[in-house]
């Protein structure tokens, strides 16, 4: 008996012993997977946070977008419903898409020009102008009848004229390169070609070329004032030039480098000779340098001018050339707040196309010898203006230029001398908008001591954009 008490005895003594032993391990086993367990929900709860987080930012960039956008619409739909002109300057844009779709992108665009009619009354003391003739319609000093060179010797009655055909238009394009390149063009058309109408019924004039250039940062190359010619130093007229007796004046095709105050340029060729219908052109082209400065008180350039003067006519066998040239110098000087002088003085030989708009030739042309014999010019003009407020202002203007004909080759009958003076007013009633008056009293004399003298009244009235 106390045997198999001992044998049941032991049986839970065991047992107990075999749970004190093992239960440790399965403790440790259970504790190692929870806690791997533990790491892998905190991971997940984490990457969970952080979609969640995620998801949180994108909905609040989408609200904001979405407000954003409304807002945008409801101004869209309040300007939409103004009247344009309450739409503040610059702050909206003219249209969505570029005015110049075709351009590289960035490229800016500008349209201007003027609305200029002009009213003239003119009378001339030696003769009369033809209906058709340009003197009519701007001054051309080459054009004032002299009796016996183109004027009868008779006064004419006084002539008026009205048109609008100085009235103008330009269109620029110009673009920046990211890395600093410059570049553009420009293009520019008046009225004054020839009449495509009369004067009794329709005046329609054609649309002629002014400007027409493009450049490329210190280049320019296509047709533009000539680098021998200042025309800031202009002074403000009512006529379409003004000091044309002694100004530089001259539009033409060339190639243009500048660099600072220092331009230098090749320009289209012209020979003109005196008393022939036509010109000629050389085989080289003009050059033309010129230095500039400019500063509060002003401007001033030099300017330098050599060419080959040419004839080359098979039909007469005419074949000469000979090199001309001159020099100029002028500019704009600021005496004070209200006064400023303008001036110019030129001189050379085988310039004259250069000067007045053509007044005589070039040259004339020795047939015996076969040479060209350069016409000798000095040239010269003063402008002062005076403002009398920043609305009224005046301008006295003077202008002449002399010519060295060799009448053994020319006659007497060519131009020796031009001269005009004139003064004008100005009224500018609001920004772009002038109204002016001038009168203008002119005198041509021919090689043999014979004058001629025209007279003006002339009113203008013009709006620039």
Do not use: C
């Not at 309040?78 to 490229?107: F, H, N, R, W, Y």
């Not at 085989?283 to 003067?309: C, E, H, I, M, N």
């Amino acid at each position: 008996m106390n045997t198999q008490v001992l044998k049941m005895a032991r049986r839970p003594l065991a047992a107990a012993m075999l749970i004190a032993l093992v239960a440790p391990g399965v403790a440790l086993a259970q504790t190692a997977k929870e806690k791997a367990l533990e790491a892998r929900v905190a991971e997940l709860e984490r990457q969970v946070q952080l979609l969640v987080s995620t998801q949180q930012q994108q909905q609040g960039v989408i609200a904001q977008t979405q407000t954003d956008v409304g807002q945008v619409r409801a101004t869209q739909a309040e300007l939409a419903a103004k009247p344009a002109a309450t739409v503040p300057a610059g702050k909206q844009p003219i249209q969505v898409t570029s005015i110049t779709p075709g351009a590289t992108p960035g490229t800016t665009f500008k349209f201007g020009g003027f609305i200029k009619a002009d009213f003239l009354a003119t009378r001339t003391g030696d003769g009369q102008l033809a209906d058709d003739a340009t003197g009519r319609a701007l001054y051309l000093p080459g054009q004032t009848p002299v009796h016996g060179a183109g004027g009868s010797g008779k006064a004419s009655d006084v002539d008026y004229n009205a048109h609008a055909k100085f009235s103008r238009f330009n269109l620029g394009v110009d673009h920046v390169a990211d890395n600093g390149d410059k570049a553009g063009a420009m293009v520019e058309m008046d009225f004054f070609g020839n009449s495509l109408g009369n004067q009794s019924a329709t005046n329609t004039y054609g649309v002629t070329l002014r400007h027409a250039y493009m450049y490329w940062n210190n280049w320019l190359a296509g047709q533009t004032w000539s680098n021998f010619m200042d025309a800031a130093a202009l002074p403000e007229a009512v006529d379409f030039v003004g000091p044309t007796d002694g100004v530089v004046f001259v539009r033409q095709a060339q190639v243009r480098y500048t660099n600072g105050g220092l331009s230098v340029a090749v320009e289209n060729p012209e020979t003109t000779l005196v008393g022939a219908p036509n010109s000629d052109r050389g085989s080289l082209p003009d050059l033309t340098v010129r230095y500039g400065w400019k500063g509060d008180w002003g401007t001033f350039g030099v300017a330098g001018l050599v060419r080959q003067l040419k004839v080359d006519n098979q039909t007469t066998g005419a074949d000469a050339s000979k090199v001309a040239g001159g020099l100029t110098l002028g500019g704009k000087w600021v005496m004070g707040d209200s006064d400023s002088l303008h001036y110019q003085l030129t001189g050379g030989e085988g310039i004259s196309r250069y000067i007045g708009l053509g007044i005589t030739g070039d040259s004339a042309y020795d047939a015996v010898r076969d040479e060209l014999d350069p016409t000798g010019v000095l040239a010269a003009y003063v402008g002062w203006r005076h403002a009398f407020s920043p609305k009224l202002r005046t301008n006295l203007i003077y202008a002449r230029s002399d010519y060295d004909n060799n009448a053994a080759l020319t006659g007497n009958l060519v131009t020796k001398s031009v001269q005009s003076i004139r003064g004008n007013v100005f009224y500018t009633p609001m920004p772009k908008v002038d109204i002016g008056a001038e009168l203008m009293y002119g005198v041509r004399e021919i090689e043999d001591g014979r004058k001629g003298d025209i007279s003006r009244v002339q009113f203008t009235t013009k709006y620039s954009f």
